[in-house]
């Protein structure tokens, strides 16, 4: 409990900091997907590529439940969307642009 502690002040004071929440989320959505082409060495146009932002997101999420006890569906649908967004939006133009 005590990691999930650690993240929970971590993100909230980069949020805090930044002043928005929103880019956090676009930053680290483009960076674990770029992390998982790298680990899993596939293109970033491969779909197993953005797998990693998935799982990422779900644990983040997932972190979100632990420590606010619930989840609000507005600011998960928000989150999961601004994580998601452009490294589907890119991988779907690179696997376009390839054919």
Request: hydrophobic share 50%; net charge negative; proline share 4%.
């Amino acid at each position: 409990m005590r990691v999930l502690r650690i993240y929970h002040d971590l993100t909230f004071g980069l949020e805090s900091w930044i002043g928005s929440d929103t880019v956090p989320h676009i930053c680290a959505g483009l960076a674990l997907w770029l992390i998982g082409a790298l680990v899993l060495r596939r293109p970033l146009r491969d779909p197993w590529s953005l797998s990693l932002t998935v799982l990422g997101e779900a644990v983040n999420e997932t972190f979100d439940y632990i420590l606010h006890i619930g989840w609000s569906l507005g600011d998960t649908l928000h989150d999961i969307a601004w994580t998601l967004f452009w490294p589907i939006v890119i991988q779907q133009f690179l696997a376009r642009s390839r054919r």
